[in-house]
């Protein structure tokens, strides 16, 4: 599924976006505010989705190798997060939704 089309499910504000962000692969979702679980994922073409809006977040998706981050809650993304989110070319959203409903959302619209 591409990103723009999870994007829109969530409802979510595009903080950075590499060129062709809207055409990013997403294959699994991992929601977490546990770093140290998201380093134990090995799942491919990733999407994070997390309440944690620290620059942590990203370096956490980078060593994993997400394709995007989704912060939850509508939480303040600093703006060291942002330029290490352009660093890595990870795309970086925020959603007002919790982490839960964001990963339902998603849920309902990979359902094949």
């Known amino acids: 599924m591409e990103l723009l ?7 979510a504000e595009l ?11 997403i294959e699994s ?6 770093m140290s679980d998201v380093l134990m994922s090995d799942r491919e073409e990733m999407l994070l989705i ?6 942590q977040s990203i370096r956490s998706a980078g060593i994993v ?8 809650n509508h939480k303040t993304v600093a703006a ?5 989110a352009e660093d890595q070319e990870i795309a970086l959203f925020v959603t ?5 409903e964001a990963s339902v959302c998603i ?3 990979m359902e094949p």
């Open 5 to 11: 089309r999870i994007a829109h499910a969530l409802d």
């Open 15 to 25: 903080i950075y976006g590499p060129d062709g962000w809207e055409h990013i692969p």
């Open 29 to 34: 979702v991992f929601a977490s505010d546990l």
């Open 50 to 55: 997390t309440s944690l809006s620290t620059e």
């Open 65 to 72: 190798g997400a394709k995007a981050v989704v912060i939850a």
């Open 80 to 84: 060291g997060m942002i330029e290490l």
């Open 96 to 100: 007002r939704h919790p982490k839960y």
């Open 107 to 109: 849920g309902r619209i």
